[in-house]
């Protein structure tokens, strides 16, 4: 009865690969996000959807391409992966905008 | 955008004793401020949340304040355990949710 995961829970992989990562929900949000949280533990938007619908794209490289086949799921692909790209992503969802936020267990992505 | 500071990065207090943490925003018409709470190696997760229109909530050991005009907000966290020990941040949202850098309280006991 998990409320938000992530697969996978690691991923090593070599500089120029591409690369996934899974979000699903099963809270009925109509709002899910995309984190990165790099070393030093500061946490950075991505990306956002609401109702399908992408509300929100930050600055990120468009190497990284959020895809949501429905509310319940937010996944993040990643193209031609650097050394800078080595974090934690985590996923989130939440009932609507400016509401609490409900976070996966994260992704340690290291790429060599 | 939004641009919250957060203040102090690493504080250490002693079991039993209160910690605070201040967060200052710059959009005012940011209305939603949660306090999230960071275990090592694990998600963050919600601990108290407050909205522009109450200037305090308490929880338990946990209580939040919120100046809106002065533009900041602080978690207060009273008889410290050191199960308090985590990353804390704080965060404010208009339409999107922007979080402070993270303040690493350690409780010794």
């Known amino acids: 009865d998990t409320a938000v995961s992530q697969t996978p829970k690691y991923l090593v992989t070599q500089m120029g690969n591409d690369k996934s990562i899974k979000c699903e929900q099963n809270?009925?949000?109509?709002?899910m996000y995309w984190y990165k949280q790099d070393s030093k533990k500061f946490l950075k938007i991505m990306f956002s959807?609401?109702?399908?619908?992408?509300?929100i794209n930050e600055t990120v490289p468009n190497r990284f391409s959020p895809k949501s086949p429905d509310k319940a799921h937010l996944n993040l692909h990643i193209n031609s992966l650097e050394l800078g790209d080595s974090a934690v992503y985590f996923c989130?969802?939440?009932?609507?905008?400016?509401?609490?936020?409900?976070f996966g267990p994260g992704t340690r992505l290291t790429v060599t | 955008g939004e641009n919250v500071e957060q203040h102090p990065s690493t504080l250490s207090v002693q079991e039993g004793d209160s910690a605070v943490i201040k967060c200052t925003y710059s959009?005012?018409?940011?209305?939603?401020f949660p306090w999230y709470k960071q275990e090592l190696g694990k998600r963050p997760q919600l601990i108290i949340d407050?909205?522009?229109?109450?200037g305090e909530k308490k929880d338990q050991r946990i209580a939040v304040t919120l100046n809106k005009t002065a533009k900041h907000f602080s978690l207060h966290i009273t008889e410290t355990q050191p199960e308090d020990s985590a990353v804390y941040f704080c965060?404010?949202?208009?339409?999107?949710?922007?979080f402070g850098a993270g303040t690493r309280l350690t409780v010794k006991p």
């Open positions: 959807y609401n109702n399908k619908e992408l509300i």
């Open positions: 989130a969802s939440s009932p609507g905008l400016r509401r609490e936020q409900y």
């Open positions: 809270l009925g949000h109509d709002t």
């Open positions: 965060a404010a949202s208009n339409n999107d949710m922007r």
């Open positions: 407050i909205r522009s229109n109450v």
């Open positions: 959009d005012s018409a940011s209305n939603y």
